[in-house]
């Protein structure tokens, strides 16, 4: 029994290995018009379709003069949040000095929240004690923080630079700042305000958009797929009908396939459930991240008659690649069916990034392997898995032939 036990272990362990090589597709392109600093690529439909989602396994590298391969940190961008922050001028209106003390007054859009003011002054060592105060008026002042340490010191021992104000939070059109110090000016002041733009959308071909009506179970179900294995972000349902209706439908991905002695089973896991309404816009958002190419549509009719779907319309988000280039060299893009996008420093930097840079263009197809263990973390990989599996099988093996053979002995 136990030689059977290690036989089907050994069995299993050599099929997880082999399904788990040829589980992995990779592929590779060469980058092409690239500069050193900042690039940007735009993933299109034919890159988008290696990918399981937009956060698997992604790497870009460079060879430099020297021929060693070095990796570029990037972020891939959507267009599903477009945010911008714009610096905005705040206007010195009025300044007066009393009692060794200068004020300065301000006026700010007084319809726009302000997170944070910056300020810039006149000579490198000017820094002091401030307040600042708010007023719709001019005439009633209310004091927002009485504790302020602005401006620069730079010496020979230390530095010390405090120009912004955060976390503010106020709704004023007039501002007092006043400041201890008296031998630098106010030179200018910022604030910066968030601008949102509705997101940008690419349209994504549907095929073969067939449909039948289950009778039995008071449902129809709608049937397409896509060019390749692509998200889908938005989609325009057009319904043929001249009643009000109210209906829950159920979006399925197709997962996988096999094939059985009646033929081939399918696989399909729920994605996203919604309801059709003639009172409501047909046209959904959706946010699951996995790309599929095969989907089906469950409309649940009950006792009323079928809906009747004119046209359907995809679209996905737009997605950016933006790269930066330390030296310069021949740059390439390297994905993989499965893994995990990398993380680096300037997700944390993003508003640092530049907003206009070159754009990189997708060369010729590269022949690359990814290795396993690139792909998956070490805790994640199958392999180990089945390692420590195995180990815990002998370890119990051994003690429970140990414990048969002591009660022999009794």
């Known amino acids: 029994m136990i030689r059977n036990l290690y036989t089907i272990l050994v069995f299993l362990f050599a099929s997880s290995i082999l399904a788990d090589s ?18 940007r690529l735009e993933l299109d439909d034919d890159l ?3 990918m399981s989602s937009i956060n698997t396994y992604i790497r870009v590298n460079l060879i430099d003069s020297t021929n060693d391969t070095l990796e570029v940190p990037f972020i891939i961008e959507s267009s599903k949040k477009l945010d911008s922050t714009v610096r ?24 726009q929240i302000i997170s944070n003011l910056e300020f810039s002054f006149t000579g490198r060592n000017s820094l002091g004690k401030a307040s600042l105060e708010g007023s719709n008026n001019q005439t009633d002042w209310f004091m927002i923080s009485d504790s302020l340490l602005l401006g620069e010191r730079h010496n020979s021992h230390q530095k010390i630079s405090s120009r912004t104000i955060y976390d503010l939070q106020t709704l ?11 031998k630098s000016e106010l030179k200018s002041v910022f604030y910066e305000k968030i601008f949102s733009t509705n997101p940008k959308y690419k349209k994504v071909h549907i095929n073969h958009l067939k449909y039948r009506t289950d009778e039995e179970k008071h449902r129809t179900i709608y049937r397409f797929g896509l060019n390749g294995r692509l998200p889908i972000h938005y989609m325009m349902i057009d319904i043929q009908s001249k009643f009000d209706y109210s209906r829950d439908a159920n979006l399925f991905a197709l997962t996988d396939s096999f094939q059985t002695d009646k033929g081939f089973k399918y696989n399909y896991k729920l994605i996203e459930t919604f309801k059709l309404s003639s009172l409501d816009s047909t046209n959904f ?8 190419q095969y989907y089906k549509l469950v409309i649940e009719n009950g006792n009323d008659p079928p809906l009747k779907i004119r046209r359907m319309t995809a679209y996905r988000h737009e997605y950016i690649l933006k790269a930066r280039f330390d030296e310069v060299g021949e740059g390439f893009i390297q ?14 930097f993003k508003s640092r990034i530049p907003n206009t840079m070159n754009e990189m263009k997708i060369g010729k197809k590269l022949e690359v392997e990814i290795s396993k263990e690139e792909v998956e973390p070490l805790v994640t990989n199958k392999l180990w898995l089945w390692l420590v599996m ?6 119990i093996g051994y003690f429970s032939l140990k414990m048969l053979k002591e009660e022999k002995k009794k």
């Not at 040829?22 to 690239?34: F, M, N, P, R, S």
């Not at 705040?90 to 300065?104: A, M, W």
């Open 22 to 39: 040829a589980g992995i597709q990779t592929v590779g392109y060469k980058l092409e018009k690239i500069e050193k600093g900042w690039n």
């Open 172 to 182: 004023y059109k007039y501002y007092r700042l006043s400041l201890e110090d008296s």
């Open 335 to 348: 994905i993989a069916n499965t893994g995990s996008c990398p993380y680096y420093d300037i997700e944390k």
């Open 48 to 50: 988008l379709m290696n």
């Open 285 to 292: 958002t959706f946010s699951f991240p996995d790309h599929y």
């Open 88 to 111: 905005i001028p705040v206007e010195i209106i009025n300044k007066t000095t009393k009692d060794g003390r200068k004020y300065y007054t301000l006026v700010a859009d007084s319809t």
């Open 390 to 395: 195995m180990v815990a099988v002998i370890v």
